[in-house]
């Protein structure tokens, strides 16, 4: 047993044939099995697949049905203190209490993880604020935030005592496009010195930062590799298609439509997902990681033409 | 030491609203305002019988305290643990390696050291203000219950996720104790001068009855800790 992170600063979950099953019997997770390393890990999913619960397991805030999760080798079961003390975490829906300003607040959460020397705390709470550029914003109220500025607050606790693991539930949701990408490769820059887990169901957000990543669907991994391995599983069935607009309905029925727009001839330019071609004169197309997250969601749900 | 103040230091500053300065405010004027309507009948017995003007004075001062006090206690605590109920602030408390139920403990802690200052505050200003030189140890008789009432009021927030049912049950008893003293109660009377009949006969006196008022008081906090640690996550 190793609880300490690694030399380099990382720290190595494993997830080991984990079920999560909750009462009424609704089965969240149903054998998942993962090892994440140091950078940046995506882990992508319709919604209800499952990425909240998992995160919620390696957080050591619910337990596993069956199986077991470690975190350098320290069970988060067994001693989820332990864990917690290597953690950042960002829930999904992070709220911070509106009354405080977000020194107060940091300060609050420094002293909850465990930061009891106030010299450094201080350091640190000014380092990051600047970090995520709310060092403007210090006197104003978390209740008067945008909420971009919630995000980067909620990223700043996350980062507090410079944690080997971060786990980010969903950070870019209602976040403008200027914000994502901004917190996006904060992010990116944070997973070259530790683990982060990004849960998260915007493909591009994934594409654009994270050097491997599992798919889960229906509590099952559906896929796990590389962005560059899932792209080259939809090879041969992404397919660009001029139709008329009322024949839109009929690819439809038999393949997943991912875009379509105006074409200059005015029929509809329609982007599918399919193992078939959908009709005479479509031309396949290099896939993008979204074509692909759609190829492997539709496998899955048996709809795969 | 330094970091468990300054974390009370914190707890302090979330749990408190405006209702906690203007409810203690209020109050003291309401004890000045009585006591100077009773002062005509008080001061001259200040000449003649000095010690009968001041248990006078001391009567009023427990009624008003211990009728206030609790209403403090209730505005200053009930909503301790419905903080951080949104799943995001909870699930954020609840991955923090420090013990979950610590939290409850230590925001009670701040919301009693709050009342007590009030509590201060209300006689030293009616001290000041009306000039008589009340006894100090029997207003503060009022703590306990007014720490019990904020106990129901936590539990039941706790419990139920919502500031307002917290509020209401402990507001509710708090009248019920107005009205019908001792009748709900039973031996956790609240106010002094409300020992039931039950009580008498079995001999229950003011200082037990404080005593157990105290220790309900704790096994609340204790119980509303443990059900904020156990709330979903």
């Given amino acids: ?305 | 030491m330094r970091t468990l103040l300054a974390l009370l230091a914190h707890e302090a500053r979330l749990l408190f609203t405006w209702a906690l300065p203007l409810t203690a405010a209020g109050s003291t004027l309401i004890l000045i305002l009585v006591i100077q309507t009773e002062s005509p009948e008080m001061l001259p017995l200040f000449k003649t019988d000095p010690e009968l003007a001041l248990a006078m004075a001391d009567r009023w001062v427990v009624r008003v305290v211990e009728l206030a006090a609790p209403i403090v206690g209730v505005f200053t605590m009930s909503h301790a643990a419905s903080l951080d109920v949104d799943a995001g602030t909870a699930e954020l408390v609840g991955s923090m390696p420090r013990w979950a139920p610590g939290v409850i403990l230590r925001r009670a802690a701040a919301g009693f050291l709050m009342l007590a200052l009030s509590v201060v505050f209300m006689v030293l200003a009616a001290r000041l203000v009306t000039g008589l030189e009340f006894s100090l140890d029997r207003p503060f008789l009022a703590l306990p219950p007014a720490a019990f009432l904020a106990g129901v009021g936590l539990v039941v927030s706790a419990w139920t996720r919502s500031h307002a049912t917290g509020l209401a049950a402990a507001l509710g008893l708090w009248a019920m104790d107005v009205i019908r003293p001792g009748m709900c109660t039973g031996p956790l009377y609240l106010f002094q001068g409300g020992r039931p009949a039950c009580c008498q006969a079995a001999g229950l006196d003011l200082c037990l009855n404080r005593l157990l008022l105290c220790a309900g008081a704790a096994f609340l906090v204790a119980l509303s800790s443990w059900l904020y640690s156990r709330r979903g996550l």
Wanted: aromatic share 4%; proline share 6%; with cysteine.
């Fill in chain 1, 1 to 305: 047993m190793n609880p300490r992170p690694e030399r380099d600063g990382t720290v190595e979950v494993v997830i080991d044939r984990v079920d999560k099953v909750y009462p009424g019997g609704v089965a969240a997770l149903r054998g998942v099995s993962l090892r994440i390393g140091r950078g940046m890990f995506g882990l992508l999913g319709p919604n209800g697949a499952g990425k909240t619960t998992l995160m919620r397991l390696v957080a050591a805030l619910e337990r596993p049905t069956r199986g077991e999760i470690t975190v350098n080798g320290m069970s988060v079961t067994r001693r989820p203190s332990g864990v917690r003390r290597l953690l950042g975490y960002l829930p999904q829906d992070f709220r911070a209490y509106d009354k405080l300003t977000p020194r107060e607040f940091l300060d609050y959460v420094a002293l909850l993880k465990g930061l009891d020397d106030p010299r450094r705390r201080r350091r640190e709470i000014e380092l990051l604020l600047e970090q995520v550029g709310l060092g403007r914003s210090v006197r104003s109220r978390i209740g008067t935030f945008s909420g971009g500025m919630r995000q980067r607050l909620g990223i700043a606790q996350a980062l507090l005592g410079e944690p080997p693991l971060l786990i980010v539930d969903e950070p870019t949701a209602g976040l403008d496009p200027e914000e994502r990408i901004r917190f996006r490769n904060l992010l990116a820059e944070l997973g070259l010195s530790r683990t982060i887990i990004l849960s998260t169901h915007v493909v591009a957000d994934v594409e654009h930062s994270c050097s491997e990543l599992a798919l889960l669907i229906e509590g099952r991994v559906a896929f796990r590799g590389t962005p560059d391995a899932l792209i080259s599983r939809a090879v041969g069935k992404v397919w660009e298609v001029e139709v008329d607009p009322g024949e839109a309905d009929g690819v439809r029925a038999t393949h997943r439509i991912v875009s379509s727009r105006v074409a200059s001839g005015g029929g509809l330019a329609l982007r599918v997902v399919g193992s078939e071609v959908p009709r005479a004169g479509a031309r396949p197309v290099r896939p993008t990681l979204e074509d692909a997250y759609i190829a492997v969601v539709e496998e899955a749900a048996g709809l795969g033409k």
